[in-house]
């Protein structure tokens, strides 16, 4: 009974043995390495360089911080690009304003200088002529003022504005606004008052005829006359020369040699007769 105990104990303890060995055999071929995992291990991803070498990022030559520097890089420009656009466009129409402003001060300065430089030449001209007017003498001439003879002679032909006056070279009556005093050719004629010459013409009547200023609207008229002394514009005192008596025109041919000499008040005829003693 013993012996078989003892028989069937080493039996189960070989048997123990075997299958402790079978498991220690099943554990090693169970985390033992398969030909299915080596292969998936060469399958499995490769390092970065090998990586770059089979699937390259970039060209050829150049790596992936370069790349990236190249992107940022490309990006930088591009911003910098849409930045000065915009700073163009914002600093344009300030440029454009403040060109327009500039311009508008240049012309403004320049209208402003144009201004004074036409004020101070008005105010130039309007000292000139006030300087020539005060230059000039005071004309003053009423029925009070007293003339003298122009020329010495006879009364050839009236004055007579209110029945006709007979005119022998004509040989016809009219009315005579001036007086026709005989004188000898070349004789003096003196200017009967103080007065400015107003113009100097060519009459077909009255050959050359100067006109005086007299003041306060009075004219005296000088006609049949040669070889001046006076011109426009010369203020003459009373006595002074004004030119020589000519040879009658064809309208005093039978008159004779004579001074035509008329008067006016603002424009219309007066009588001579009544401003000479």
């Given at each position: 009974m013993t012996k078989n105990r003892i028989?069937?104990?080493a039996a189960n303890t070989a048997l123990l043995a075997v299958l402790a060995a079978a498991g220690i055999g099943v554990y090693q071929l169970g985390t033992?390495?398969?030909?299915?995992?080596?292969?998936?291990?060469?399958?499995?991803?490769?390092?970065?360089?090998e990586n770059m070498e089979e699937e390259p990022l970039v060209d050829a030559g150049t790596s992936q911080v370069e790349?990236?520097?190249?992107?940022?890089?490309e990006g930088n420009l591009a911003g910098n690009d849409i930045a000065e656009t915009e700073d163009t466009t914002v600093n344009e129409p300030d440029f454009q304003e403040n060109g327009s402003e500039e311009t508008t001060a240049q012309k403004t300065d320049t209208d402003a200088e144009d201004v004074a430089d036409t004020a101070e030449t008005g105010m130039e001209e309007t000292t000139d002529v006030s300087a020539e007017a005060a230059s000039l003498p005071k004309l003053s001439f009423?029925?009070?003022?007293?003339m003298q003879w122009p020329v010495n002679g006879n009364i050839l032909l009236d004055y007579n504005m209110d029945q006709t006056t007979y005119f022998p070279t004509l040989d016809?009556?009219?009315?005579?606004?001036?007086?026709?005093?005989?004188?000898?050719?070349?004789?003096?004629?003196?200017?009967?008052?103080?007065?400015?010459?107003?113009?100097?013409e060519e009459d077909p009547q009255t050959g050359t005829t100067v006109t005086m200023e007299l003041g306060d609207g009075y004219q005296a008229i000088y006609g049949q006359l040669k070889d001046l002394a006076v011109s426009e514009g010369e203020?003459?005192?009373?006595?002074?020369?004004?030119?020589?008596?000519a040879a009658p025109t064809k309208y005093y041919s039978k008159e004779g040699?004579?001074?035509?000499?008329?008067?006016?008040?603002?424009?219309?005829?007066?009588?001579p007769i009544m401003y000479l003693p």
């Open positions: 028989i069937k104990y033992a390495p398969s030909d299915e995992k080596i292969i998936q291990d060469k399958n499995a991803p490769q390092t970065v360089e790349a990236d520097l190249e992107n940022a890089g009423s029925e009070d003022t007293l016809q009556y009219k009315l005579s606004p001036a007086i026709a005093v005989q004188a000898v050719e070349g004789a003096p004629v003196t200017a009967s008052v103080r007065g400015t010459v107003y113009s100097v203020t003459v005192e009373q006595g002074e020369t004004i030119g020589y008596i040699s004579n001074l035509y000499f008329a008067m006016r008040q603002n424009g219309e005829p007066v009588d």
